[in-house]
């Protein structure tokens, strides 16, 4: 697995095969300050050892929505180094570790490693893409050559269309596509490429295209739907 780095950060993506979901890892090279985004159970000890080997001080755990797909590590992480969980205003929690990020809030996290929280609604109603330096973490609202599903957790075709359009094709070109899920085994793409290149997306296309494509996915629902989204309400916390 590659790593990406630049000269005041690393951008280590890791990958949870039986859901194909990236869990990233950013940290600030210098203070060793640290932030994970959607991390899955399944991969917790893995996470957990990378994080002790390199010494890393563990300070945010962010989600890019509510998950149907699998369980995430959130409440572990949390137990295990002390970081808090951040998600959006729009997600229903059960969890009182989890701090609620509004649209546009920007976070300093060390000197050299801040992040801005982008809400894009469209795959879910809480979702949101995680903006670092010129990364974007764009979990399942910009794949690539791809998108998020949008025919359940109040999902919408309009609100990601809107959301990609206006939000994320804003963005720079050069800007690094950093998605939450991908099927093929590529890793990153760049808006300037999404732009151009996304079949669904692409600059080209009208809403109407791009709707009548979300409306012939004709997709089976996702294997752990019901014991992630419920797992998923407390942050992936054991219920007893
Ligand atoms: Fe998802």
Redesign the pocket.
Known sequence: MQMIFSKKITVRPLFEKESSTYTYLIYDNETLDAIIIDPVKETLQRDVNLITELGLKLQWILET?I???HITSAFDLHTKFGATIGLSNHAIVDCVQAKCLNDGEEIQVSNDLAFKFIETPG??NCSACILIDNFLFS??TLLIRGC?RTDFQQGSNESLFKSVREKLFTLGDETIVLP??NYKGEFFSTIGEEKSFNPRLKMDNSFEQFAEIMDNLKLAAPKKIDIALAGNKYCGREQV
């Open positions: 929505h998950h149907a797909d795959h879910t979990g399942d998020g939450g899920h």
